[in-house]
Every structure is written in C-alpha cells, then in structure tokens.
Nanobody, 127 residues
Framework: QVQLVESGGGSVQSGGSLRLSCVVS????????MGWFRQGPGNAREGGAA???????SYADSVKGRFTISQANAGNTAFLQMSGLTRDDTARYYC?????????????????????WGQGTQVTVSS
C-alpha cells in the first residue's frame, strides 16, 4: 500500500518560512519523481515543485527562487523549504509521486499525471 504523509504545515506571517516534509512508503521512491502541489480556496490544484530520481529539481514560476525541493533517506522523504511566504501562498499543500517515463517527471501543469498523493497539510500566511 502506497502512503505519502505530509507534515510541517501551519500558520506563519508574511515573509516567514516553513519546511514541509513528506514520508513515502510502499513504493521504491528512488525510482519515481516526487512533487509538491497546492490548492488554495476556490482554486485549481497548482504544481509547485518536482524532483527527479537523480535529484534534479524543477519549479513553477510562482515559487521559483523562494521554494526549494529536496529529498533524503534514499528518496523516502521529500522536503519543501518555503521562504518569503505571502498570503498568495496560503493553500493546502500536497505531496505527490509519479513517473513520466524515460526518467522524466510528470508535468507540474497536469496533476492528473501524478499517480500517488498524500492527504495534504495546510499552510496559512497572514499579513
């Protein structure tokens, strides 16, 4: 049974930082991409960051330069370090895993292409 369990969400003031964690079990996480999506109130699920099995990251423009994705424990744990948070970053953040084939990650623009999802962790940024 595949499980992705997120933690680290919470409330923070604008300009602050948070670090999200995702523990993966039930899959050989070193062979899949890991990613972070988010969904704010009334919004579609939006891709934020992904990291492939070689450790190469990719980011959506909305978070580039502020968020950093990483992984540890042979890929069984993924992290999202978030800094310079604004109210626009308020959302539920989801850890995801999947493979786009050929060593590539699924697109951050297509959440449907990601196979595995956690339950999410809430991040609330106040001014």
């Amino acid at each position: 049974q595949v499980q992705l369990v997120e933690s680290g969400g919470g409330s923070v003031q604008s300009g602050g930082s948070l670090r999200l964690s995702c523990v993966v079990s039930g899959i050989t996480s070193s062979s899949v991409c890991m990613g972070w999506f988010r969904q704010g109130p009334g919004n579609a699920r939006e891709g934020g960051a992904a990291i492939d099995s070689d450790g190469s990251p990719s980011y959506a423009d909305s978070v580039k330069g502020r968020f950093t994705i990483s992984q540890a424990n042979a890929g069984n744990t993924a992290f999202l370090q978030m800094s310079g948070l604004t109210r626009d970053d308020t959302a539920r953040y989801y850890c995801t895993g999947g493979s786009g084939g050929g060593g590539y990650c699924p697109s951050l623009e297509k959440p449907i292409d990601w196979a595995y999802w956690g339950q999410g962790t809430q991040v609330t940024v106040s001014s």
